[in-house]
């Protein structure tokens, strides 16, 4: 996890696009095709245009990211980011790589290092607009937990690279400088990930859908350092994996949006971080 920089870091894991028609909600995509749509560059890291199970194609589009690729600053440990006016704004990529436009925030709707490393902006633009002006469809985050053994695919619309691998399982905590994540995805050894790939969407090989966001690499061996997390287990006991990279799970946040993509930590089943 670097210090995002410009023109230095970006990460996007792309999966299949899902259909958009009215109002409705979106139907999930029968076949997935991992490629760049859907996915978004930062000015320092990467991203995906994101819906949740639920979303409808009116609803104001969303796009996930990194908390460490916030535009703010890394949020300290503790510190959660929630409904923060942004402009910020984002390169949306075609299948190929290639830019299509620039879309543009109206909030960062929530933002946290704690527990996770998550930022999720809303546009001012819908799903069905942007799919009826670029032909780009949004990604689905699954709302269930992602599997050991799962094929992936992280998707950089930074770098314009994609990589595969699988999850090789999951870190109790994993702790890196002054920040600690829960129950993260750690890849087996074929997505070695770089700076750059920050926020990159991580996407289920078979579903198409994301089922983490990437964030961060042990780079040189060193223990619970900035760059070079550790895992930490049920009894304390740590472990370095140099070379090994590491997901945050999104499966918990469909569960904080409600109809119309509003977020709201209150509801029933919602655990991200509160302020």
């Known amino acids: 996890m670097k210090k995002p920089l410009i ?18 909600p979106v139907q999930a995509a029968p076949t997935a095709t991992v490629n760049f749509a859907g996915t978004v560059a930062l000015s320092n890291c990467s991203g995906s245009l994101v819906r949740m199970p639920g979303s409808a194609a009116s609803d104001p589009a969303l796009v996930l990211s990194n908390g460490h690729c916030l535009e703010s600053g890394m949020p300290g440990p503790g510190e959660v980011v929630l409904n923060q006016a942004s402009s910020r704004t984002f390169t949306l990529l075609s299948a ?25 902006y809303q546009l001012n633009a819908s799903y069905s607009s942007i799919q009826s002006r670029y032909g780009i469809a949004p990604l689905t985050v699954a709302a269930g937990h992602p599997v050991q053994g799962t094929s992936i ?34 890849y087996t050894s074929g997505c070695d990930v770089i700076g750059g790939t920050s926020g990159s969407p991580v996407v289920d090989a078979s ?28 009894n304390g006991v740590v472990t370095v994996r140099q070379g090994i990279g590491y997901a945050q799970e999104t499966y918990g946040i469909p569960a904080c949006f409600a109809a119309g993509n509003r977020f709201d930590l209150t509801l029933p089943g919602c655990t991200l971080p509160r302020p």
């Open 153 to 186: 695919k992280v998707v950089s619309g930074y770098w314009k690279k994609i990589y595969s691998c699988s999850v090789d399982g999951f870190a109790y905590r994993l702790k890196e400088a002054d920040w600690t994540f829960k129950d993260s995805v750690r």
């Open 96 to 120: 190929t790589g290639g830019r299509l436009a620039t879309l543009r925030a109206t909030k960062v709707v929530y933002g946290a290092m704690t527990d996770t490393d998550v930022s999720i």
């Open 207 to 234: 579903s198409g859908q994301v089922v983490a966001v990437n964030n961060t690499i042990n780079e040189s061996g060193e223990r619970c350092t900035l760059d070079n997390p550790c895992e930490v287990d049920q």
């Open 7 to 24: 023109g230095t870091l970006a990460t996007v894991l792309v999966a299949g696009a899902t259909a958009l028609v009215g109002a409705s």
